[in-house]
Nanobody
Framework: QVRLVESGGGFMQPGESLRLSCWAS????????MDWYRQAPGKQRELVAR???????EFADSVKGRFTISTDNAKRTVYLQLDNLKPEDTGVYYC???????WGQGTQVTVSS
């Protein structure tokens, strides 16, 4: 079983930055792909960013140029850097591993003036 624990959410103003963390109970470099999803109120969960074992990254069009995904294998952590936050970035952010299909409990990000 894989445990994923997200942290770092908060209440932010537009234009601010935030870094989310996803700690994994196993080595993240043993996982084929790690994803960050988010779910806004009343909407379906959507993929925000992903990183593969070789370091390749993908981003949703809505966050390209503003979000960055990275890993720290020594800390078994996947990060999501959120820059230039917008109100539409509000939602619960979830970490997901593609190999074993486990989800974290989510961390709330609220962007409002």
């Amino acid at each position: 079983q894989v445990r994923l624990v997200e942290s770092g959410g908060g209440f932010m103003q537009p234009g601010e930055s935030l870094r989310l963390s996803c700690w994994a109970s196993i080595r993240v470099d043993s996982l084929t792909r790690m994803d960050w999803y988010r779910q806004a109120p009343g909407k379906q969960r959507e993929l925000v960013a992903r990183i593969t074992g070789d370091g390749s990254t993908e981003f949703a069009d809505s966050v390209k140029g503003r979000f960055t995904i990275s890993t720290d294998n020594a800390k078994r952590t996947v990060y999501l850097q959120l820059d230039n936050l917008k109100p539409e970035d509000t939602g619960v952010y979830y970490c997901h591993d593609d190999l074993y299909n486990y989800w974290g409990q989510g961390t709330q990000v609220t962007v409002s003036s």
